[in-house]
């Protein structure tokens, strides 16, 4: 797998809020979290021992629908040595039309789980809006989920 999920080329973060930003591949992500420990964490971000943070934020949206998520089941101290993103899991379709899908990063020591990104995006009143929920590491948003 080389991209994070799959976004039309039009796609790219929310230039008001990050003048440099662009979306990365599931390889740069790699490259950025692998053989550094997490030292400090809480459910918004990670930071790892180089000063590296972590974060979950929105990358794009229109109108009404909204991204993010939360880190969990963080354990300090153990080496990053692989990172997986799951499949998008689409969620149901609520009476006002509007649905929410999910995804979760691993992050992995060995073959343990140290840490959970849990994501999630909306697609806002009626189901015609979209947003989206990215790994974000300094200006590079690395995408997890759509709607």
Same mark, same amino acid.
């Given at each position: 797998?080389?991209?994070? %999920?799959?976004? *039309?080329?039009? @796609?790219?973060?929310?230039?008001?809020? @990050?003048?440099?930003?662009?979306?990365?591949?599931?390889? =740069?992500?790699?490259?950025?979290? *692998?053989?550094?420990?997490?030292?400090?964490?809480?459910?918004?971000?990670?930071? *790892?021992?180089?000063?590296?943070? #972590?974060?979950?934020?929105?990358?794009?949206?229109?109108?009404?629908?909204?991204? &993010? &998520?939360? @880190?969990?089941? !963080?354990?300090?101290?153990?080496?990053?040595?692989? !990172?997986?993103?799951? =499949?998008? #899991?689409?969620? &149901?379709?609520?009476?006002?039309?509007?649905?929410?899908?999910?995804?979760?990063?691993? %992050?992995?020591?060995?073959?343990?789980?140290?840490?959970?990104?849990?994501?999630?995006?909306?697609? &806002?009143?009626?189901?015609?809006?979209?947003?989206?929920?990215? *790994? #974000?590491?300094?200006?590079?948003? @690395?995408?997890? !989920?759509?709607?």
């Amino acid at each position: 797998m080389t991209k994070t %999920i799959e976004l *039309l080329n039009c @796609f790219k973060p929310d230039s008001d809020y @990050f003048e440099n930003a662009r979306y990365g591949s599931l390889e =740069e992500l790699k490259e950025l979290l *692998l053989y550094k420990r997490i030292v400090k964490w809480d459910k918004d971000h990670l930071e *790892l021992e180089d000063g590296t943070k #972590v974060t979950i934020e929105m990358s794009e949206n229109d109108c009404c629908a909204y991204a &993010g &998520g939360e @880190f969990k089941d !963080v354990k300090l101290d153990a080496i990053i040595t692989d !990172v997986k993103i799951g =499949e998008q #899991v689409e969620g &149901g379709v609520e009476e006002s039309g509007e649905s929410e899908n999910y995804n979760t990063v691993t %992050i992995y020591h060995n073959q343990n789980e140290i840490a959970l990104a849990e994501c999630y995006a909306n697609d &806002g009143n009626g189901g015609f809006y979209y947003s989206i929920a990215s *790994l #974000v590491i300094g200006d590079i948003h @690395f995408p997890v !989920v759509e709607a």
